[in-house]
């Protein structure tokens, strides 16, 4: 990386300054320059990350090396009340002096332009508290590029003083198992619904739970909500537990009458007591470092392999091969990854 400029040095000190201070509107220009695609701002981007990486490593240090913050994946169908809970549960938090942020990974943004700003304009009061910061989806690139920036947006949140970061996963399929890999704890939202409705929850989304909580348990829902917790209640035990120090949980909750809502925050603050004091929570956080990092490294290698001339110019050739039963594509996989790693290439 070539040396900083003046304008670029400056750049960073008041957004990272800012950022420090609390500054939302610093906070939400990092994000920004984080989910850049341009190879120069996302060199700065990587010299930001670093000065809040320290910074948060002193803050660790001041609290008897424990995290300074913690992170919650959120998961649901279609139908859970995502954005209600979320909405109920950050305001009664800032309420009693945390400071929460909310980020989304939705990989469906990458094409449609992405669905929590709609969350966001639902959200109208935790997005009008001034201790609340929400951020949509980046809408742009694929699930890897969308939950890279996630990761460094969660370390952005808490360099800027959010000891409560919430992790919306808002799309289907893979985004549920990234966002499962990037929090301290993930939370599964179902619906009071039927067993047909619930058909899309993946058996191993339920296995990568650490509670479940049966949401809208009002009126009407009371006991179809009462079953389903009866339910999955049963499933869990037949479940492999993840953690020596915690038992997967079923609550109900609504956020329509905010019964059941403490309660939830109480399991949360239980988990998370039993992981830090068993030093499970911090082996978490490393094992996910160490994924995070060979992710990028995928990532960007997938990304030179693709753009690499002699590849380029071969590819097309070996497609229409593959494609006519010519050569297996085992065969032409090998043939470009010969043509990559060629020095004379």
């Known amino acids: 990386m070539r040396d900083l400029s003046g304008p670029e040095q400056r750049l960073l000190t008041k957004l990272y300054e800012g950022l420090v201070g609390g500054q939302r509107a610093s906070l939400a220009e990092s994000i920004t320059l984080v989910e850049t695609q341009h190879p120069r701002k996302k060199e700065l981007a990587q010299v930001l990350l ?20 913690f992170r919650v994946g959120l998961s649901g169908p279609p139908g859970a009340g995502k954005s209600s809970f979320i909405e109920v549960v950050g305001k009664m938090l800032t309420g009693r002096g945390h400071k929460v942020s909310v980020l989304a990974v939705d990989p469906s943004s990458c094409t449609t332009g992405g669905s929590l700003m709609g969350d966001k304009t639902r959200m109208t009061e935790l997005s009008r508290d001034m201790n609340a910061f929400i951020r949509p989806s980046p809408t742009s690139g694929t699930l890897g590029g969308v939950t890279r920036t996630t990761n460094e947006a969660i370390v952005l949140c808490e360099g800027a003083g959010y000891d409560i970061v919430l992790v919306e996963t808002v799309g289907v399929g893979q985004s549920e198992f990234a966002v499962a890999d990037m929090v301290d704890m993930f939370v599964l939202l179902i619906p009071p619904a039927g067993g047909d409705e619930l058909q899309g929850i993946k058996r191993g989304i339920i296995e990568r739970a650490d509670l479940v909580v049966v949401t809208k348990s009002d009126g009407d829902l009371l006991v179809p909500a009462r079953r389903i917790q009866t339910e999955y209640t049963s499933a869990l035990k037949l479940l492999r537990r993840q953690s020596k120090s915690w038992n997967p949980k079923v609550v109900r909750a609504s956020s329509h009458t905010g019964e059941g809502i403490p309660e939830v925050w109480a399991e949360l603050e239980s988990y998370r007591d039993a992981m830090l004091a068993s030093g499970e929570l911090q082996g978490r956080r490393r094992a996910q470092q160490k994924v995070w990092m060979w992710s990028l490294i995928q ?34 996989a090998d043939l470009l990854l010969k043509d990559f790693a060629s020095p004379s290439s």
């Open 50 to 69: 670093q000065r809040v990486l320290a910074h948060r490593t002193v803050q660790e240090g001041r609290n008897g090396g424990k995290p300074v913050a």
């Open 299 to 332: 990532e960007n290698v997938l990304r030179h392999f693709q753009n690499h001339p002699s590849v380029r110019e071969a590819l097309p050739h070996l497609e229409e091969r593959v494609t006519n039963g010519a050569i297996s594509p085992g065969l032409a």
